[in-house]
């Protein structure tokens, strides 16, 4: 199947601080990519959801001030978590698709970041 | 936008025990309906698959039943091995089709 690489796989930064993570289809081009949040024992929650060139469409409940989206290229998507605060440390997760409409199935993750803000 | 449920949020069965795991959904225009598997510390993964004009789809030990009128569907897990001890997901798109939502997720554990 296809690739989807997440960097880092954890990271630790303090409070204040802002913590960038990278998506990128490595074997695809990925026309949307979408953002999950995953709290312990808890489902995926979407974000938001980026296509190419366009800013991101964030779910309601999510600042868009505090996760910047950026989807620069076919192959990389970015979310930072700007001025990250202990409230802020969750699993997140990424997921690409070559395509715009979801019903073809395919839909790829990322490994996840860890994020632990202190 | 799409409401999806999913039941039970834990399960534990014997080994070679079947394994069934329910969703429902809002959408009566949601036409196509995966199930995920996340292993611990890993990315989930597309395990089946089901689309609305079949009824049930079968892949060796694992099955998919859509119910569309009363918007459900059901994974089915026979003869359960503790590698399948994982959490599951279902999911449902959007009513514009561009996004999944996904269910809260069932923990599965298979006792060997």
């Known amino acids: 199947g296809a690739v989807v690489s997440q960097h880092p796989s954890w990271v630790i930064c303090k409070s204040g601080t802002s913590v960038k993570i990278e998506c990128r289809s490595l074997d695809f081009q990925a026309t949307t990519m979408f953002w999950y949040r995953q709290f312990p024992k808890q489902s995926l929650m979407l974000m938001a959801t980026s296509n190419e060139g366009s800013k991101a469409t964030y779910e309601q409940g999510v600042e868009k001030d505090k996760f910047l989206i950026n989807h620069a290229s076919l192959t990389l998507s970015t979310l930072t978590v700007t001025s990250a605060h202990p409230e802020d440390s969750s699993f997140y997760i990424c997921?690409?698709?070559?395509?715009?409409?979801?019903?073809?199935?395919?839909?790829?993750f990322g490994e996840g970041s860890r994020l632990t803000v202190l | 936008g799409e409401n999806v449920e999913q039941h039970p949020s834990t399960l534990s069965v014997q080994e070679g025990d079947s394994a069934v795991i329910k969703c429902t959904y809002s959408?009566?225009?949601?036409?196509?309906f995966p199930w995920y598997k996340q292993e611990l510390g890993k990315r989930p993964q597309l395990i089946i698959d089901?689309?609305?004009?079949?009824g049930e789809k079968k892949d060796q030990r694992i099955a998919v039943t859509l119910n569309k009128t009363a918007k459900h569907f059901s994974l089915h897990i026979t003869e359960t091995q503790p590698e399948d001890s994982a959490v599951y997901f279902c999911?449902?798109?959007?009513?514009?089709?561009?996004?999944?939502?996904f269910g809260s997720g069932t923990k599965l554990n298979v006792k060997p």
């Open positions: 997921s690409a698709s070559p395509g715009i409409r979801v019903e073809t199935g395919e839909l790829f």
């Open positions: 959408d009566s225009a949601s036409n196509y």
């Open positions: 999911a449902a798109p959007s009513y514009n089709f561009n996004k999944f939502y």
């Open positions: 089901i689309r609305s004009n079949v």
